[in-house]
């Protein structure tokens, strides 16, 4: 899995419904999290880094330390599925996609890890799976930064 995660003062995500219907889901403070599977990812894979965004230390404290988590300020969460984190644009002008999941793999991996996320005790929002979808947010800080399993690119723990 591929997360970019954002500090956020607010975000949210809206998309058509098929019944033609508006939908909008609206975050304050907390993490934007967009969430790329990759074929070989797992609900383990996924639990393991809801665990570790749940607990990164990218709150500030009185002194203006990162010092607290998500958990701490009271924070919410927001997750979007994003295919494209794994994107290949070393040839060519157009990106290959073909690193991504099939969304029959990714859809469950997506809801488990919003899941896995809630069971960490976060309030979490999230967008729909394979909609043409519209996200806002106001960074804050900016804090940002890209989480991945792939076993060669992070020590996750």
Do not use: Y
Request: charged share 25%; aromatic share 6%.
């Amino acid at each position: 899995m591929r997360a970019v995660v954002q500090r956020v003062s607010s975000a949210s995500v809206s998309w058509d419904e098929e019944t033609g219907a508006a939908r909008r889901n609206v975050i304050g403070a907390g993490l934007l999290i967009l969430l790329g599977v990759g074929p070989d990812d797992t609900a383990q894979t996924g639990d393991r880094l809801a665990r570790k965004i749940a607990n990164l230390r990218i709150f500030e404290d009185e002194r203006g330390r990162f010092d607290r988590t998500v958990l701490e300020t009271g924070g919410e969460a927001l997750v979007v599925s994003q295919f494209t984190l794994f994107a290949d644009a070393r040839r060519g002008r157009r990106p290959s996609f073909i690193g991504a999941a099939p969304p029959s793999l990714a859809e469950p991996l997506c809801n488990a890890f919003a899941d896995s996320l809630r069971g960490n005790g976060l309030v979490v929002r999230s967008g729909r799976f394979g909609a043409h979808m519209a996200v806002e947010s106001e960074n804050d800080g900016p804090v940002t930064l890209v989480l991945s399993t792939d076993p060669w690119e992070s020590g996750i723990d």
